[in-house]
């Protein structure tokens, strides 16, 4: 695949080298991510930021890194406020708003609407979560924010990762973009941590054994969180089950806490979450007593999605050269704690 003017629909676009393109890119965008300075290289570009369905960080990221390129965002949230309410097709949509942006992203609760709306497009349309099927751009700060963590520790690569999945593995869309971005890597370690009904789909577990890597499932969280770099905690994703009865039978089933990880996981062991995470007394995966633990990565792993999706409009619409040839240093206070 070739950045310029592509669709970013599914995390098997992607290979090896152009991981290391993007994170590259996303490297250089510190600087503007984090307000020292400013860049007006995608002054006049409009980003469509169309949401079928709730969401904060990804919207609210893939927003933030349009508006710090330079380029302004136009948003529809919800059916009820599109037309798509008075019986409209995707495919018209499609047609009607790439006329009206440079790039679009999108989420929508059916798995491959993304990509059917796309091929109506005239414009790179990027996946911000079709349905339970991928969340390429989640999967990407992922790896992103796994690669940067480990580094820290002083551990180059994610060959050899020791990886712990966790949670609602059947229907979580960001799960399965990120086994799939893994089976790019050699010897990784998966260990996939599911009540056995919401097991990782059997396809993307055998393409993982097939490219060689290792993966264990397992319904118990305590006894196979003892030996890994990585703890990734996922929400149940209740709004994919028939009923809020159905998913109550698994909320809850694994909750992380600072008493579970100081005796089971070894020091090191970074958390991560795609959050939200589910923080009522019902469900509670992350307990807020890890908030003080340094190695919970979840607010880096959200902060990490400005600059990854910053790269990612830089590539598609071909500037990433072009970025800092358009900066200046700001002028307002920009200290910030990270
Ligand atoms: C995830 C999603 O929407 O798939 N959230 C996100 O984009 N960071 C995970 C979730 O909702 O549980």
């Not at 059916?110 to 005239?122: H, I, L, P, Q, Y």
């Not at 790019?184 to 009540?195: A, C, D, G, M, Y």
């Not at 009923?243 to 909320?251: F, G, I, N, Q, V």
């Not at 009522?280 to 995966?285: H, I, K, L, Q």
Request: overall charge negative; proline content about 3%; hydrophobic content about 40%.
């Amino acid at each position: 695949m070739k950045f310029t003017g592509s669709h970013i629909l599914s995390i098997t676009q992607f290979k090896r080298e152009q991981i290391d393109q993007l994170f590259a890119v996303a490297d250089r965008m510190e600087p503007y991510a984090h307000r020292r300075k400013v860049t007006r290289v995608l002054d006049g570009a409009i980003l469509g930021s169309m949401f079928f369905e709730p969401s904060t960080r990804t919207r609210v990221s893939f927003g933030c890194a349009f508006n710090l390129l330079g380029g302004e965002v136009r948003e529809t949230t919800g059916f009820e406020s599109s037309a798509i309410a008075k019986g409209e097709s995707l495919y018209d949509t499609a047609r009607v708003l790439s006329g009206y942006s440079d790039v679009i992203v999108m989420r929508h609760p059916t798995s491959g609407s993304v990509a059917e709306f796309a091929s109506a497009s005239r414009v790179p349309v990027i996946n911000g979560g079709d349905g339970s099927n991928e969340h390429p751009s989640q999967a990407l700060l992922d790896l992103y924010t796994i690669r940067k963590e480990l580094k820290h520790k002083g551990r180059a690569g994610i060959d050899g990762l020791r990886i712990a999945m966790i949670g609602d593995l059947k229907y979580g869309r960001t799960v399965h973009s990120l086994c799939k971005l893994l089976s790019l890597f050699q010897n990784v370690h998966l260990t996939l941590i599911s009540p056995d009904e919401l097991r990782m789909p059997a396809d993307i577990v055998e393409s993982l054994r097939a490219g060689g890597n290792t993966v264990v499932e397992s319904d118990a969280m305590e006894s196979s969180i003892s030996h890994v770099d990585i703890a990734y905690s996922t929400r149940i994703q209740e709004e994919r089950f028939s009923s809020k009865e159905e998913a109550s039978l698994y909320r809850g089933r694994y909750r992380l806490n600072q008493a579970i990880y100081t005796r089971f996981c070894e020091p090191n062991t970074v958390i991560m979450h795609p959050l939200p995470r589910d923080s009522r007394v019902e469900a509670n995966e992350l307990d807020n007593d890890l908030n003080e633990n340094p190695n919970l990565a979840i607010f880096r792993q959200a902060d990490n999605g400005v600059l990854v999706r910053m790269a990612l409009f830089a590539l598609i619409l071909d500037v990433a050269d072009e970025v800092d040839r358009h900066a200046r240093d700001v002028n307002w206070y920009t200290e910030r704690r990270f």
